[in-house]
Structure formats: C-alpha cells, structure tokens
C-alpha cells in the first residue's frame, strides 16, 4: 500500500465515478483506512483550503498556516486508524488542525518574548508597503481586513478559537463543542464574548 | 432585564436560536434602551464583516509539497523497518549481545582479582592469622577446662569479696503518692 502511485489530482480520480465522488467524509476515510490511497487524496482537495483558511486566521502567517494545514494533512495520514466511526471526520480535523495551531501559537509567542528581550533599542521591525499598485478599493479592502485580522488577533486563545470556528469557518455549534471538548453552553458564552469584544475593537471601521 | 443579561442573550438573539418570551424580553430592553440597539447593530455589522473576509486558499504548490513531504515520511519508514529487521540470537541483537557477554566478562574478572587480592593482602593474612591462634587457644582452654573453669569461680569470690557493701536503708527515702 505504501508504494502505491498518489495521483496529483484527486478529482481526476473521482470524476471517473459519480458514485465514488458523492462519498461523505466519513466514508473516504474508511476507504483511506482499507487501503485506498485515492480517498486519501480527495481528502486533502477538500480540507486544504479550509484548513489553510482557518490556521491563517489563527496564526496570521500565511507560509506557517500551510506548513500546519500540511502537517494536520500527513497526520490523518499517518494516524488514519486513530480515527472512529463514532464521530464526524470533519470535527477530527479541525481537532487536529487547532492543537497544531494551538501549540506552534504558544511556541510563537515565546520566541517572540524572547526576542524582544534580546533587542536593542534600535532595534525595530517595521512593515514595508507592498511594492505593486492597486486600486483604491482594493487597497481599502486590504486595510479592512488587516484591521479584522488584527481584532481576531487580539482575542484571548480560547475565544479566538470558536469565533474562527464559528463565524470564519461556519461550522455550528455541535461542531465546535466537540473539537474544542468543552460544554456547548461554554462554546455559546465564549463566542458571545468574542464578538462583543471583536466589535469593541472594530467600532471606528463599522 | 439588566445589560449583562442582555449581552448574554446577544448571540442567542442574532441567530434566532431563543425562546419566544426570551424574544420578547430583549425586544422590550432593545425599545426602551439606545445603547442596546446600537451595540446590537454594531455586532451584526462586525459579524457581517467577518463573514465577508476573503478566504485564504492554499498555494497550487500545496499538493506538490505535501505529497513530497510523505515521501519522506515514507522512505524514512521504509528505511526504520529495514533497519529494525535484524537476525537475533537468544532474544539479543548481534550489537547488545556482544555488550551483554563483555560485561559478563568484566564481572567475572573484577570478582576474581578482588578475591585474590583480598586473600593475598598480608594485613589479611595476619587477621587469618590471629583467627588461627584464637583458635588453637580455644582448644587448649576446652583440653583443661575444669581447673580454669574453677579458677575463673574463684577469682568471681575475690571480686565479689573486694566489692564494698553500702547499706543504704536509713539514707534513701522514697516519697509516697500520698505526701
């Protein structure tokens, strides 16, 4: 199994099949786990946008949100027999995408604190404007969602979370719960929480 | 309804997820308060907003680095189960076995240079020795046993007869309970 070819598209494998491109999640993965490499791939064409999108909101890193969204990708791979039929594939992922996420965060911030310690006072970063031009409403655009970025940024840890989970990625509260393994009455108050203090901070663009 | 309760029924109420006389409640705060209705409006305009934000997709090198990145993975698997599939005699890697049989070696060795170097040390000896002589003194002690045992009971008598007897009847006085 290990050997077998992996195609570079995986839709070019399912289109051939109306019946194999209208599996669930759930059932790519049990044919992943019986040895189809093929479920494999179609997985990675659904999540990787998704997981992508949803480690970049957290991490605010577009190379380290790929490099993650990979590593969550190599891991269903790696442990594809860890996961049970019991629960959704979707909230698997997402599980495993946000402890990554979650821990590279946390790694982040110390090498940050780190070094800022060790700089002098000469010693600062600034952000250079991007070299190519655009148009103003593009250029407001951009601005609009750094500043959002920057809010979601400012969110604690936890709130961060479900309000990425549940107002970036859509996903409904059952869901959320069951990634974050916390009480859906939590899930409620943290995202109530989150988006008043999201609004806080974005009531000079609103 | 207070505004702590009102936040907290916020989310509820945006997203019609309340009971229908928790509705009315927030409906009534949100009539007779301002401030209510603005931070209301205000949230749905950042929800709105955050619902808008473009969506990052991965790059068209994604697939490409992460099929490489299991190749890897692979290979590097591949290559630890080559490596782990080694011949072993009694239980022990070739490796282990030959560390194993050199420390048993080097135990045996150290064991039989302390013994005989313990056995030919000359403060040794000499404790040998003595332990030799105590012993042959033993033995003659036990050849004429009955005249050293009644000199050992008479020399017990002079001890005892040189000892002074002190009467301490009137000198010592206990004290009672009572007193």
Redesign the interface.
């Known amino acids: 199994m290990?050997?077998q070819p992996?195609p570079?598209?995986s839709l070019q494998a399912y289109q051939m099949n109306d019946k194999k491109f209208q599996l669930t999640d759930e059932d790519l993965i049990l044919r992943f786990q019986s040895g189809d490499e093929n479920a494999y791939s179609e997985i990675?064409?659904r999540y990787?946008?998704r997981?992508?999108?949803f480690i970049?909101?957290f991490m605010n890193d577009?190379d380290q949100?790929?490099d993650l969204?990979?590593d969550t990708?190599?891991k269903v791979?790696?442990h594809k027999h860890y996961y049970k039929n019991i629960a959704k594939f979707s909230t698997w992922i997402y599980t495993i995408a946000s402890n990554l996420a979650k821990t590279e965060l946390r790694k982040k911030k110390n090498r940050k604190t780190s070094s800022l310690s060790n700089m002098g006072l000469d010693d600062k970063e600034y952000d250079l404007p991007a070299a190519d031009k655009k148009t103003d409403s593009e250029t407001d655009?951009e601005f609009?969602?750094k500043k959002?970025?920057y809010a979601?940024d400012k969110l604690p840890e936890n709130f961060k979370t479900v309000?990425i989970l549940r107002?970036?990625q859509?996903l409904s509260y059952e869901d959320i719960s069951n990634i974050l393994n916390v009480p859906l009455g939590t899930v409620?108050?943290r995202?109530?929480r989150a988006?008043?203090q999201?609004?806080e901070e974005?009531?000079n663009?609103? | 309804m207070n505004k702590i309760e009102f936040?907290?029924l916020?989310?509820?109420y945006i997203e019609n997820d309340l009971s229908l006389a928790d509705r009315k409640k927030i409906e009534a705060y949100l009539n007779d308060n301002k401030e209510a209705r603005n931070?209301l409006s205000?949230?749905k305009?950042?929800?709105r907003?955050?619902?808008n934000?473009?969506?990052?997709?991965?790059?068209k090198a994604?697939?490409?680095?992460?099929?490489h990145?299991?190749k890897k993975?692979?290979n590097r698997?591949?290559s630890s189960t080559n490596h782990t599939k080694k011949t072993t005699y009694f239980g022990f890697t070739p490796r282990n076995g030959a560390f194993l049989s050199l420390l048993i070696v080097l135990f045996i060795g150290v064991s039989f240079n302390l013994v005989s170097t313990v056995l030919s040390d000359p403060i040794n000896q000499n404790v040998v020795a003595k332990e030799n002589l105590n012993n042959l003194n033993d033995n003659k002690l036990n050849d004429g046993s009955s005249s050293l045992v009644s000199a050992v009971k008479d020399s017990s008598k002079t001890k005892k007869s040189n000892r002074k007897t002190f009467d301490l009847k009137d000198k010592v006085q206990f004290v009672k309970d009572g007193d």
């Open positions: 290990i050997n992996l570079t598209s990675v064409s990787r946008d997981l992508v999108n970049f909101r577009f949100a790929e969204a990979q990708l190599l791979y790696t655009n609009l969602g959002i970025q979601i309000a107002d970036v859509e409620k108050s995202i109530n988006r008043i999201l609004q974005l009531k663009f609103l | 936040e907290d916020l989310s509820k931070l205000s949230i305009k950042t929800l907003l955050v619902n934000l473009e969506s990052i997709n991965a790059s994604f697939n490409q680095v992460l099929f990145k299991l993975l692979k698997n591949i």
